[in-house]
């Protein structure tokens, strides 16, 4: 069973930084891509960024692109995520997840929430003034 425990959510202003980790049980961690998704209320479940089980690749959305970034520390089984220039549209609950197989993905595949088999309970992260 694979566990994964998100940390580092909570309020910030505008223009803010945060750092999301993401601790992951099992012993093939490092084989597997990590994802993070959010949902603000109301809406659906969104892609945010994913990260290959080496690290070698990135994947982001474009509403993301050059404010977030992805990285992993594959000795601790964990995976960040540092958000930058925070705004007020990504308030909202914070997931990490694995995707479904250590195979090769592609950046259509890792945005893709329905191939993620294990997800973390959430953390919250909330930009307001």
């Known amino acids: 069973q694979v566990q994964l425990v998100e940390s580092g959510g909570g309020l910030v202003q505008p223009g803010g930084s945060l750092r999301l980790s993401c601790v992951a049980s099992?012993?093939?961690?490092?084989?597997?891509?990590l994802g993070w998704f959010r949902q603000a209320p109301g809406k659906e479940r969104e892609f945010v960024s994913a990260i290959t089980g080496s690290g070698r690749s990135t994947f982001y959305a474009d509403s993301v692109k050059g404010r977030f970034t992805i990285s992993r520390d594959n000795a601790k089984n964990t995976v960040y995520l540092q958000m930058n220039s925070l705004k007020y549209e990504d308030t909202a609950v914070f997931y990490c997840?694995?995707?479904?197989?250590?195979?090769?993905?592609?950046?259509?595949?890792?945005?893709?929430?329905?191939?993620?088999?294990?997800w973390g309970q959430g953390t919250q992260v909330t930009v307001s003034s």
């Open positions: 099992g012993r093939t961690f490092s084989s597997y891509t």
């Open positions: 997840a694995r995707y479904v197989s250590p195979s090769i993905i592609s950046p259509t595949l890792a945005a893709m929430a329905a191939k993620y088999d294990y």
